[in-house]
C-alpha cells in the first residue's frame, strides 16, 4: 500500500486536459509545500515535471500545472499530446523519518 | 554536468549478496541526499530510503528497513544499496536520485540498475 493515493489510470483525447489527483495526509501533503510530481515513459527512469507543488523545472512544458487543496494535491495536463501517454507519480514530504513517500502512480493514455 | 551513473546490471541467485552504486559527478556530493527508489516489474516507484553523504545520515522506510543496506563513499562520491541475501523477491530495476537542497524533490536520477535474482 503506497503511502499517496493516486487513480490507477486516467485517459484523454488530443488537445483535452486531465487532471491527476494525490491523496496524502496531515503529515505529507497536508502540511507541507514539497509535492512533487514525476512522469515515466516505458523502459526510462523517472523525470522531474513538477516540484513544490506547483513550480515547473526548466524545460517542462507550461502545459503541466500543479496544485493543492487541503491533503489532495494534483497535476493538470492541458492540450493533451501524444507524448504525455506514461505514468506519472505524486511524491511529498512526510513527518515520518523516511523524509520522502510516492504515490502508486497513475497510467495516463491518449486516446 | 550533473549527474549520477548507476553499475550494470546484475543477475543473482536466491541468498547471494549483492552491492550496486551510483556515481555523482558534476555537484558537491557531500551536501546533497542520495535516495534509492525501486521499481518491480509492472510496478510503481516505492521509496526505500536516503542517505546524506557528508555525515552518512540514513533514513530508511519502514518497508525496507533491515531488508537492505544504503551506504556512501565520499571519497569516490558514490553511494551503494546493498543485500547480504537475496530473494526472488528483490527483482527489480534500482534507482538513485539526488534530492535538491532545500526542498523534498529529486532533480537527478541515475539510469537504473536491474537485478535479477533467479534459481
Known amino acids: 500500500q503506497s503511502a499517496l493515493t493516486q487513480p490507477a489510470s486516467v485517459s484523454g483525447s488530443p488537445g483535452q486536459s486531465i487532471t491527476i489527483s494525490c491523496s496524502g495526509t496531515?503529515?505529507?501533503?497536508?502540511?507541507?509545500?514539497?509535492v512533487s510530481w514525476y512522469q515515466q515513459h516505458p523502459g526510462k527512469a523517472p523525470k522531474l515535471m513538477i516540484y513544490?507543488?506547483?513550480d515547473r523545472p526548466s524545460g517542462v512544458s507550461n502545459r503541466f500545472s500543479g496544485s493543492k487543496s487541503g491533503n489532495t494535491a494534483s497535476l493538470t495536463i492541458s492540450g493533451l499530446q501524444a507524448e504525455d501517454e506514461a505514468d506519472y507519480y505524486c511524491?511529498?514530504?512526510?513527518?515520518?523519518?523516511?523524509?520522502?513517500?510516492f504515490g502508486g502512480g497513475t497510467k495516463l493514455t491518449v486516446l | 554536468e550533473v549527474q549520477l551513473v548507476q553499475s550494470g546490471a546484475e543477475v543473482k541467485k536466491p541468498g547471494e549478496s549483492l552491492k550496486i552504486s551510483c556515481k555523482g559527478s558534476?555537484?558537491?556530493?557531500?551536501?546533497?541526499?542520495i535516495g534509492w527508489v525501486r521499481q518491480m516489474p509492472g510496478k510503481g516507484l516505492e521509496w526505500m530510503g536516503i542517505?546524506?553523504?557528508?555525515?552518512?545520515?540514513?533514513r530508511y522506510s519502514t518497508s525496507f528497513q533491515g531488508q537492505v543496506t544504503i551506504s556512501a563513499d565520499k571519497s569516490i562520491t558514490t553511494a551503494y544499496l546493498q543485500w547480504s541475501s537475496l530473494k526472488a523477491s528483490d527483482t527489480a530495476i534500482y534507482y538513485c536520485?539526488?534530492?535538491?537542497?532545500?526542498?523534498?524533490?529529486?532533480?537527478?536520477w541515475g539510469q537504473g540498475t536491474t537485478v535479477t535474482v533467479s534459481s
Open positions: 536520485a539526488k534530492k535538491v537542497s532545500g526542498s523534498y524533490w529529486l532533480d537527478v
Open positions: 558534476g555537484y558537491s556530493f557531500t551536501s546533497h541526499w
Open positions: 542517505i546524506y553523504p557528508g555525515d552518512s545520515d540514513t
Open positions: 496531515s503529515s505529507d501533503v497536508g502540511d507541507f509545500k514539497y
Open positions: 513544490d507543488v506547483s
Open positions: 511524491s511529498s514530504y512526510t513527518s515520518s523519518s523516511t523524509l520522502v513517500v
